[in-house]
């Protein structure tokens, strides 16, 4: 049941808090299934919820992580894990801001509820710890996050490539 824009309650993006927690990993959680559905790759360990978790938590208290989450009322409806980290040694040095996870929940997508949360990244937390460039990754097979990418105006600039051991 996808609310209809003009009928959407004000949606908040905020810094999240520990109450926040439980209801980003249901959302995660839904996000990692739907995607295991095309890769079992994404299949959760029987400690993935617990661990995606405490990566969270831990998160709130890092200054070099964020977790910004969308908010209709005190439901929170869709989230944003990131962080930055410095490349040096070899190239130039640069600091990058990564976008690790980002979902919605499912009656709330194509609201541009993550674009804004997007945004929110890259205005308060990438410019602010001055970073030089944003990265993310995004299955191919998800034709509909890549272009959600795309319109924000990402591009391919590494593709990564692997190989199943058979044992």
């Known amino acids: 049941m996808n609310p209809v824009k003009e009928d959407m309650p004000e949606i908040q993006l905020t810094k999240a808090e520990k109450e926040d927690i439980k209801e980003i990993v249901k959302i ?24 995606f978790s405490f990566m969270v938590s831990k998160a709130l208290y890092e200054p070099t992580q964020v977790v910004f989450v969308a908010k209709s009322g005190n439901k929170v409806i869709g989230f944003l894990y990131g962080f930055t980290k410095k490349h040096s040694g070899f190239f130039k040095k640069r600091v990058i801001a990564h976008i690790s996870d980002i979902a919605v929940d499912d009656d709330f997508r194509r609201l541009g509820i993550g674009s804004k949360l997007m945004e929110k990244f890259e205005k308060d937390f990438a410019r602010e710890n001055q970073a030089d460039e944003l990265t993310l990754y995004v299955h191919l097979l998800n ?14 600039k590494l593709l990564s490539m692997r190989k199943k051991l058979e044992y």
């Open 28 to 51: 995660w959680v839904e996000t990692i299934d739907w995607h295991a559905k095309f890769d079992e790759d994404f299949t959760l360990d029987k400690d993935g919820k617990t661990n």
């Open 143 to 156: 034709e509909s996050g890549v272009k959600f990418y795309e319109k924000l105006g990402y591009s391919v």
